[in-house]
């Protein structure tokens, strides 16, 4: 089955409580400005190309450019002839999916919040191994493969590792679910940006998400959930140490 794109971002801007528009290069705005509302990207960071974004997200080179175009005209995005775009602004205002929730999350304590992912993504992760759509896996191999692209870039393999987390939230079918582990999942971004600069991180978590991965593939909710446990727990601890 051909995987369709723009099902995959329509789901992720309606799972996540945004309303679904016409245009692909709103989907790919919205997406954009939430990687800036999290705190994948902050001001003055150099965005990934049009070749690299275009691959994370897995639309066209030519959808990426106009997103970008519109985030300029919007004063978010600095595009200069010649070199790198940069985040001038991360006031996003509406076009992040819920901004405001991403920021209310903070508020919360890491060890609640890691309390609360475990327990909400043994739902959702048990759900999505038994009703996953052929499509999505195909997408999360191709994320995969985005991600080993990333390997030696935290911000490209942030905003990949998003859309593995948030593909298989959307496919529990339950769209309060996958708000909520969305938004657990965007806790404390901007300090994971540090954990995965570390040597070997990402190459840790990658092959966490294999593991993921084949839990998923062989619809096994127990192997699927155990891997998604140990990853998390990861997250966790690793995130914690920056704060000892």
Do not use: W
């Not at 996540?16 to 003055?44: E, H, R, W």
């Not at 994370?56 to 990426?64: D, F, G, I, K, Q």
């Not at 919040?113 to 999360?140: G, N, S």
């Not at 679910?177 to 938004?183: G, I, N, R």
């Amino acid at each position: 089955m051909a995987m369709d794109v723009r099902a995959m971002l329509e789901d992720d801007v309606a799972t996540l409580g945004g309303a679904p528009k016409k245009s692909m290069k709103d989907f790919v705005v919205q997406k954009i400005a939430t990687f800036i509302a999290t705190g994948i990207l902050k001001a003055g960071d150099p965005l990934p190309s049009e070749r690299e974004l275009a691959s994370a997200l897995s639309v066209s080179r030519e959808t990426v450019r106009g997103a970008i175009l519109i985030l300029s005209t919007h004063g978010i995005l600095s595009v200069v002839h010649g070199t790198r775009t940069v985040v001038a602004s991360e006031d996003v205002g509406e076009l992040a999916v819920q901004a405001a929730r991403y920021r209310d999350i903070a508020a919360y304590s890491l060890d609640n919040v890691h309390e609360a992912r475990l327990l909400i993504e043994a739902q959702v992760v048990r759900a999505a191994a038994l009703k996953m759509e052929p499509a999505t896996f195909d997408y999360l191999r191709k994320s995969i493969a985005a991600q080993e692209a990333a390997c030696d870039d935290p911000v490209r393999f942030l905003i990949c590792d998003r859309e593995f987390h948030t593909a298989i939230y959307r496919s529990s079918g339950n769209a309060v679910l996958a708000d909520m582990a969305a938004d657990l999942y965007s806790y404390l971004l901007s300090h994971r940006r540090r954990v995965v600069s570390q040597p070997g991180s990402i190459a840790t978590s990658i092959a966490d998400h294999r593991l993921i991965l084949a839990g998923l593939e062989t619809r096994d909710p127990d192997a699927a959930c155990a891997a998604f446990a140990i990853h998390e727990t990861r997250i966790y601890t690793t995130t914690k140490l920056l704060f000892s």
